[in-house]
């Protein structure tokens, strides 16, 4: 789904939201006292406006704020991805005693091809810098950034859980893991803080605890990469969105070849990924629309508050990062 407005519709939006700079609603969420209203009612004399063919201008008290909220989900995002790691560890230790995989109807009919990990994991380096790169040159490129960093956090933090709750055997049976031992709470860290800077890839060798099933952190970054480029790349780059979709099912079809994940780990990964940036980005156009029903979500409070300033229409459009800094907004 494109967020994309013609001049005419994106200034009366924006107009709107200028001179009202509220969002009402009362008729919805009768179990949540959310009263957008009074929380934006103080935030009219933090900025000013200036209504022309680029939109708004916005004041540097306003700007300096939605920065703060940008570094506030990276540090959310480092928290959740240095959970799961943690995790990790503590699920290697609990790894059953008996070995063998489980029965998989893919897996069980297809000779393990070990290199395809270090093939995906190349190209999951290659598709994550495409989209900074696309983030880093975006018109909008706060607004962007905070949406994928919350995202990603909430996906982490999604995987910390189910990896945790219900551990399985490994999938592969040449995938070399590190011994098994009870480890204190400090040794559990350093473990975590050694795969955390390694980003959690095999290729570089700094992952060699097994466990994380259920479901595939892989899957999750090839396939949130690629909604991330179609959902904010200009209309003209659609050849770049069909290889970042090829791009994540290539990735996909290799990890199950390698029996690096099970198959219903990659199929959850599909599952739980573009759901949550699906309904992302429809309770963004649901708070456009004083129609809040995604409060029901867990996280719809975090939404809420990087959200209630910046959801709006925008058109994804390119532009050199220090040449407008207000057009970040």
Known sequence: MQYEAVSGAYVENLSSTVN?????KSSICDNENIDINEENETENN?????????????????????????????????????????SLILTHNRLPDDKAPL???????????????YITEIQIIVV???????????????IVAKRCF???????CY???TMTITVLPISSKTYYCSPQKTSSLLETLKKAFFVFTGLGLSINGQQKYCGDSIFSGHSTILIFAYLVLDEYLPK????????????????MVFLLISHSHYSIDVLLAYYVTTRLFWTYHQNINLLM?????????????????????????????????????????
């Open 20 to 24: 009202n700079h509220q969002l009402h």
């Open 46 to 86: 933090q900025f000013t406006t200036d209504l022309s063919s680029h939109g708004m201008l916005i004041s540097q008290s306003f700007y300096s704020k939605e920065r703060f909220k940008v570094l506030l989900a990276f540090i959310i995002l480092v928290f959740s991805f240095f959970l799961s790691t943690i």
């Open 103 to 117: 029965p998989d109807l893919f897996l069980d009919n297809i000779r393990p091809v070990d290199f395809l990990l």
């Open 128 to 142: 994550v810098n495409i989209c900074i790169i696309t983030i880093f040159f975006h018109k909008k490129r706060l």
């Open 150 to 156: 919350l995202m990603l956090s909430i996906l982490y």
């Open 159 to 161: 995987r910390a859980i």
């Open 236 to 251: 003209k780059f659609q050849f770049l969105k069909k290889l970042a979709l090829l791009n994540a099912l290539a990735g």
């Open 289 to 329: 629309n004083n129609n809040l029903h995604g409060c029901k979500e867990w996280w719809f409070g975090m939404f809420k508050y990087f959200e209630k300033n910046t959801a709006r229409a925008f058109t994804n459009e390119f532009e050199i990062p220090w040449h407008q800094q207000e057009s970040q907004i």
